[in-house]
DNA sequence: GTGAAAGCGCTAACAT
DNA sequence: ATGTTAGCGCTTTCAC
């Protein structure tokens, strides 16, 4: 009636096989010579008390966890599940789990993340969060890698090709014969790329642009009024909308039904991201594909990289981002 | 020199404040009696070195982890997206980790998952999976419990109430005048409650089920094509569609705009799951809504609940699954 | 009020 | 081909 409840350990396996715990270890890790009654005792001592090792134990004694902290902003938006569904297979391959963050675009939650990551001693990070940098990745210890996110010189990031898709979005539209399109974004300035893109395009044509910003991580009944009331405002100057998310392009278009505009005779729509969800709900919309699975299992690749280099502080040089080409899916709004 | 780049330890603490690592400790966990300058001396120290307590080490000490499995079919679709963002922050409240894993409806999959939850010693599970069961599951030692789906009587199923939301979905339908409403659904059986709500609403009212199956986890293209097969096929027979989820009611509803069809003139649709992110892509879409956080916040307190009280063999009695109401949200499609 | 010693489950080094 | 010993970082007796 003894350790009722506890997990047999391996000295229980080596109990019941009649051999020593190194042995018992010798054949979990299938390392040095074993007899192979030595072996099959062994597995059969294992099989007959469930036994499963104790990755706790191991990963105390190797100081490694094979585990893997991914922090994204919420993984209820579809580009960001879909983010964590290939970056955990991906990981899940290589034999890392994944330890699930969602810091809602909010620094301080994704603080406190990153505390409690390093104390579960991760082996390394992944960070597709959308708030402002805090200094805490400066003085980390961990490898991290980035998903769309330029942190600092020396975190690698791993991203779409945005520039391009910024243009391609604004090309379609001012080639359909959009006089005015605007840029419907979450923040704008310098780091936006997909607004660079936006620009370069609308300057080339000389149009004057038109920025619409709606933060990202509005709450949905708020978010909805923000759009509704900027098209509003807006109705008569603009022509066409490239929104940087699908989310919010599918918005527009719904404005534009209930406000009885025709799209696209009326109002050409782009949207951004082209995740699997918002292809089977909205398939008409024309939208800029990411790659989402070659950018996560690249991000992968990276951080592993580093992690199994040992991470050594190799003075922290510069690494330039790893960007994939977008594609353009042309809908039934363009 | 030494040391480079390894974690600093309680031992490096204590040596700099010039006490045991057992007053460090104590520190650390508030107990027992320090004078208050130790306790400055320690947390200087601590601060000094950046120091962060080794959960790894704490795990295996205290049999315990804080730290849960999550399997669900893939956070990529926005219902087990939410699901997971909430689950996970009901979890990190309560101070648990949230371990993510996306068995994509494949048994195998889940399988080997379960395994490796086991060896990470998590300290219980949440499982959401949407595959046929798999043996493990009667002899783990974990406590589980499941989200929308029955494991084993001992096991805590959490859940909308599907039966009346098929009901209210199928009343609808009825109501608007629909004389020939069809299902789309996953898998048809008599373990799907909310075709069950739909046969009872039918059969009250004396019309015959129309049940169209597209298996849960067909991949993109091939999911569309069935969906149209199936419409193509029926589309004198019936005229209105109550779909089990979302993404399949759009499809529906694309279906009628390609063949030019008006919803809800010649087809009426309506929906399941009333996600966030489907509320803002096709706002229009008539749905029975979950209350996803509800029922996420009310999984994690009764896995809580198991594994604080120990999990202890109670002779695994039976228990009732937990259900709670759906929303009915009327748009444009009925 | 503080410290020394033992041990959680495992594996690497060093025997034999 | 197998066993013995020590220790990963922490907390918990038990001393003082």
């Known amino acids: 009636m003894a350790r009722q409840g506890r997990e047999p350990t391996i000295a229980d396996v080596a109990a019941l096989a009649g051999v020593s715990p190194t042995t018992v270890s010798r054949v979990l890790n299938n390392r040095g010579y074993l007899s192979q009654s030595t072996k099959d005792g062994v597995a059969q001592a294992m099989a007959e008390l469930h036994y499963r090792p104790n990755?706790?134990?191991?990963?105390?004694?190797?100081?490694?966890?094979?585990?893997?902290g991914v922090i994204l902003p919420t993984v209820a938006l579809p580009f960001f599940g879909e983010v964590a569904v290939s970056l955990e297979h991906a990981l899940a391959e290589r034999g890392y789990r994944t330890l699930l963050c969602n810091s809602l675009g909010r620094s301080e939650i994704e603080r406190d993340y990153l505390l409690q990551l390093e104390s579960n001693r991760v082996d390394g990070l992944i960070s597709g969060a959308h708030n402002?940098?805090?200094?805490?990745?400066?003085?980390?210890?961990?490898p991290v890698v980035t998903i769309d996110r330029e942190l600092a010189d020396h975190i690698p990031n791993v991203r779409a090709d945005n520039t391009t898709g910024g243009r391609m979005a604004t090309e379609l539209l001012v080639q359909r014969g959009c006089r005015r399109p605007a840029l419907f974004t979450s923040t704008s300035g310098?780091?936006?790329?997909?607004?660079?893109?936006?620009?370069?395009?609308?300057?080339?044509?000389?149009?004057?642009?038109?920025?619409?910003?709606?933060?990202?991580g509005t709450p949905e009944p708020e978010r909805t009024r923000l759009i509704d009331a900027a098209l509003d405002r807006l109705r008569?100057?603009?022509?066409?909308?490239?929104?940087?998310?699908?989310?919010t392009a599918c918005a527009v278009v719904d404005w534009a039904r209930r406000t009885g505009r025709k799209v696209p005779d009326d109002l050409r729509v782009v949207g951004f991201d082209g995740t699997n969800a918002l292809r089977a709900a909205a398939p008409w919309l024309t939208t800029v594909q990411q790659p989402i699975r070659q950018i996560s299992r690249a991000a992968v690749e990276v951080l592993l990289e580093r992690i199994e280099a040992g991470s050594g502080d190799d003075g922290r040089p510069a690494v330039a981002p790893?960007?994939?080409p977008v594609t353009l899916i042309e809908g039934a709004t363009t």
């Open 236 to 247: 008569d100057q603009i022509d066409g909308v490239f929104a940087t998310d699908d989310l």
């Open 55 to 68: 990755e706790v134990a191991r990963a105390l004694l190797g100081q490694r966890t094979r585990t893997v």
């Open 132 to 142: 402002d940098s805090i200094p805490e990745y400066a003085t980390t210890r961990l």
């Open 322 to 324: 790893v960007e994939f």
């Open 190 to 216: 310098p780091r936006n790329l997909r607004e660079a893109g936006y620009r370069a395009v609308l300057a080339a044509a000389g149009i004057e642009p038109t920025i619409v910003t709606v933060a990202f």
